[in-house]
């Protein structure tokens, strides 16, 4: 199963936006190219090659266009729009991870921190900063990069950016069947059906342990 997918469910409600923050904590990671060059030779680059860090209010256009292509073509609606987006990415931007070649946003993960054991209809609108848990709200991949293998190594990437938030003690997700597969690749397990619904839409929760991850070697399936 591969990462045309996104997590979360649907909804028609909005969440008021709030005055933006910036990012807190950006998490990079790119090559450093031509240093065994000699500086007469060496590229010169304006923006890095690939880069992994948190998303800002001010990113929140180049989200939702990448959302609305991935969810609205397959059920018609979004698990996060706009204005929900902004939320969330101003109240806590260290929640998701952008990733960005040559500047671009190509996939992204936006998630919040719940404090119950199962998700509820709440835990679609909500940030609990006491929490200990992780909620994934939306995962997708830009339609141009799909196939790449770039789902899997964005969510294998947030699980490790969540071990240095020593608070995080899980993550949960909440999907379609046919999703199951492709995160039970990536480490997470079944907690059961969810309870949020929407329409005829049904779900399934997983979870993932979140301490220890970082230390754990990616499997050849994720």
């Known amino acids: ?6 997590v979360g469910a649907p909804r028609a409600d909005r969440i008021s936006a709030l005055n933006a923050l910036p990012c807190q904590k950006p998490k990079i990671s790119s090559p450093v190219w031509g240093l065994s060059e ?13 880069e992994f860090r948190c998303l800002s209010p001010g990113d929140a256009i180049g989200v939702f266009e990448i959302e609305r292509e991935a969810f609205i073509s397959v059920s018609g609606s979004c698990p996060l729009y706009i204005d929900e987006i902004r939320h969330f990415l101003t109240l806590c931007p260290e929640m998701s991870l952008g990733w960005f070649e040559e500047g671009r946003l190509v996939a992204f993960i936006i998630g919040s921190l719940w404090d119950q054991d199962r998700l509820t209809q709440e835990s679609l609108m909500l940030h609990r900063p006491g929490g200990h848990t992780a909620h994934i709200h939306a995962l997708a991949v830009h339609h141009t990069f799909r196939q790449q293998g770039k789902g899997s190594i964005l969510l294998w990437r947030y699980l490790q950016h969540l071990c240095y938030q020593s608070s995080v003690r899980r993550a949960v997700l909440m999907c379609e069947d046919f999703l199951v597969p492709f995160y039970q690749k ?3 397990q079944i907690v059961g ?3 949020v619904s929407v329409g005829t839409l049904s779900f399934t929760e997983l979870q993932c342990p979140v301490q220890g991850y970082a230390f754990l070697r990616r499997n050849s399936g994720c």
């Open 186 to 188: 990536c480490g997470f």
């Open 1 to 6: 199963m591969e990462e045309t997918v996104a």
């Open 38 to 50: 000699s500086p007469s030779h060496q590229r010169r680059h304006t923006l890095p090659a690939s």
């Open 193 to 195: 059906p969810c309870a």
